[in-house]
């Protein structure tokens, strides 16, 4: 189940499996007559989940979290199904802080997350599509598949899936410096793209060859993670299991306008040494200087991609799948 439009509509789609749309909308930050707006979609969401459930006569409910959840947990905890909920992130939303009252279980990414559900806590690790599993350790193959040159660093750019506009705009402003050091992979998003393309056609004739512009990838997202040296991200909750699946360091700078969550996420690879944060307002300037730092000292570089690469938890989707099991069977 999911809101009509989503990402996890698409997501869904593409993965065949099938998708049941429910009302619902965001409360916490929105303007008094959005959220009271916001409040009756949940209450609808709530209603056409009570059905849902009904129709569909599940053993168990596994939700990862967002406004979207709430009006689902809520219908499942009234007609006594259990649900599992997980937690990507480092530090729990209000959201989930609240339906983890109405859950069996909540799924965590560390052990330095349990101490927020007392008694509810199981540490399963971040679930990694077996796609990325697969690639650990298969840089040249990556590289190939992708049309890139097997002896130059490959920088990896992107900004979550609707893409950043601020990573965009300090990436295009050091363009022409980087592409002297390294190859570019670089995914935009859809907003940024017109800009993205006239920016690669106005690139001298010897650069426009190492710099790779998309504006989304979908399967081939995994082999670009692999093909990386280094990757330059937002630090949405994939970057806790995808970077460390992989041993990939990174630049994070957290989308000022998450709420804290992201802002947590950077901070928790950046203190074990897997990742170097910067403030989203200081790209601009200190993106280049960063880069190029980091790839012109492989001691470095070598040193946090050990560091990313001990707090890979492969087995995270079988650990949610047992956990799943356990209350489909005995509640």
Same mark, same amino acid.
């Given at each position: 189940?999911?809101?009509?439009?989503?990402?996890?509509?698409?997501?869904?789609?593409?993965?065949?499996?099938?998708?049941?749309?429910?009302?619902?909308?965001?409360?916490?930050?929105?303007?008094?007559?959005?959220?009271?707006?916001?409040?009756?979609?949940?209450?609808?969401?709530?209603?056409?989940?009570?059905?849902?459930? /009904?129709?569909?006569?599940?053993?168990?409910?596994?939700?990862?979290?967002?406004?979207?959840?709430?009006?689902?947990?809520?219908?499942?905890?009234?007609?006594?199904v259990p649900v599992f909920i997980y937690l990507p992130d480092v530090e729990p939303g209000l959201a989930i802080r609240r339906m983890s009252r109405f859950a069996r279980g909540v799924g965590v990414t560390f052990p330095e997350v349990a101490r927020w559900f007392p008694g509810k806590a199981v540490v399963t690790g971040y679930p990694v599509r077996q796609e990325i599993l697969t690639?650990?350790?298969?840089?040249?193959? /990556?590289?190939?598949?992708l049309g890139l040159l097997a002896d130059l660093p490959v920088l990896l750019i992107f900004g979550g899936s609707r893409g950043a506009r601020s990573i965009n705009q300090a990436l295009a402003h050091a363009l022409p410096?980087?592409?002297?050091?390294?190859?570019v992979v670089h995914i935009s998003g859809a907003l940024d793209w017109p800009t993205v393309e006239m920016q /690669?056609?106005?690139?001298?004739?010897?650069?426009?060859?190492?710099?790779?512009?998309?504006?989304?990838l979908h399967s081939e997202m995994p082999l670009a993670l692999a093909a990386a040296n280094l990757a330059v991200a937002r630090a949405g909750a994939s970057t806790l299991g995808e970077f460390p699946?992989?041993?990939?360091?990174?630049?994070?700078?957290?989308?000022?306008?998450?709420?804290?969550?992201?802002?947590?996420?950077?901070?928790?690879?950046?203190q074990r040494g897997a990742a170097i944060k910067l403030p989203d307002s200081a790209l601009s300037a200190q993106l280049a200087p960063t880069v190029l730092r980091l790839l012109q000292n492989p001691t470095e570089l070598a040193a946090m991609s050990k560091a990313a690469r001990s707090l890979a938890q492969p087995t995270a989707a079988e650990a949610i799948g047992q956990e799943?099991?356990?209350?489909?069977?005995?509640?």
């Amino acid at each position: 189940m999911g809101v009509a439009g989503s990402v996890e509509e698409e997501l869904a789609a593409r993965a065949a499996v099938p998708f049941e749309a429910i009302e619902s909308g965001q409360v916490r930050g929105m303007s008094p007559w959005v959220a009271a707006r916001n409040l009756l979609k949940a209450g609808r969401g709530v209603r056409q989940a009570t059905r849902l459930l /009904a129709q569909f006569r599940p053993d168990v409910v596994f939700v990862t979290g967002g406004f979207v959840a709430g009006p689902v947990v809520l219908a499942a905890w009234r007609a006594g199904v259990p649900v599992f909920i997980y937690l990507p992130d480092v530090e729990p939303g209000l959201a989930i802080r609240r339906m983890s009252r109405f859950a069996r279980g909540v799924g965590v990414t560390f052990p330095e997350v349990a101490r927020w559900f007392p008694g509810k806590a199981v540490v399963t690790g971040y679930p990694v599509r077996q796609e990325i599993l697969t690639l650990a350790g298969q840089r040249d193959l /990556a590289r190939q598949r992708l049309g890139l040159l097997a002896d130059l660093p490959v920088l990896l750019i992107f900004g979550g899936s609707r893409g950043a506009r601020s990573i965009n705009q300090a990436l295009a402003h050091a363009l022409p410096e980087l592409l002297l050091h390294c190859q570019v992979v670089h995914i935009s998003g859809a907003l940024d793209w017109p800009t993205v393309e006239m920016q /690669a056609q106005g690139l001298a004739d010897e650069l426009r060859p190492r710099y790779h512009a998309y504006p989304y990838l979908h399967s081939e997202m995994p082999l670009a993670l692999a093909a990386a040296n280094l990757a330059v991200a937002r630090a949405g909750a994939s970057t806790l299991g995808e970077f460390p699946a992989l041993g990939l360091p990174s630049i994070l700078a957290p989308y000022p306008y998450s709420g804290q969550h992201q802002e947590v996420n950077a901070d928790y690879l950046a203190q074990r040494g897997a990742a170097i944060k910067l403030p989203d307002s200081a790209l601009s300037a200190q993106l280049a200087p960063t880069v190029l730092r980091l790839l012109q000292n492989p001691t470095e570089l070598a040193a946090m991609s050990k560091a990313a690469r001990s707090l890979a938890q492969p087995t995270a989707a079988e650990a949610i799948g047992q956990e799943l099991r356990r209350l489909a069977q005995h509640g």
